[in-house]
């Protein structure tokens, strides 16, 4: 069993940055990936982004693509979600994953 912690939200103006972290913990050598989903009120769980603990390959959603970059830390068994140029429209609960371990959350909200 992993458990995954996230970090880093907070309230940030249209064009702002923050860097969200999720900590690994327990069982971390049967991850191969770990990804960021994010939902914002009343809307479904959406793909953010994803890397690969091996290779460090990272995927993004085409909405956050150039804007936010996905890293790893692998000592550490955390991965980071750097969150550059952000718009009003990025503001949700951000989750990270391992595909079957879910963290708790950590809100994101922009302002215009």
């Known amino acids: 069993q992993v458990e995954l912690v996230e970090s880093g939200g907070g309230l940030v103006s249209a064009g702002g940055s923050l860097r969200l972290s999720c900590a690994a913990s327990?069982?971390?050598?049967?991850?191969?990936?770990m990804g960021w989903f994010r939902q914002a009120p009343g809307k479904e769980r959406e793909f953010v982004a994803a890397?690969?603990?091996?290779?460090?390959?990272?995927y993004y959603a085409d909405s956050v693509k150039g804007r936010f970059t996905m890293s790893r830390e692998n000592a550490k068994n955390t991965v980071y979600l750097q969150m550059n140029s952000l718009k009003p429209e990025d503001t949700a609960v951000y989750y990270c994953t391992t595909g079957r371990a879910w963290g708790q959350g950590t809100q994101v909200t922009v302002s215009s």
């Open positions: 890397i690969t603990w091996s290779s460090g390959r990272t």
């Open positions: 327990g069982r971390t050598f049967t991850m191969y990936a």
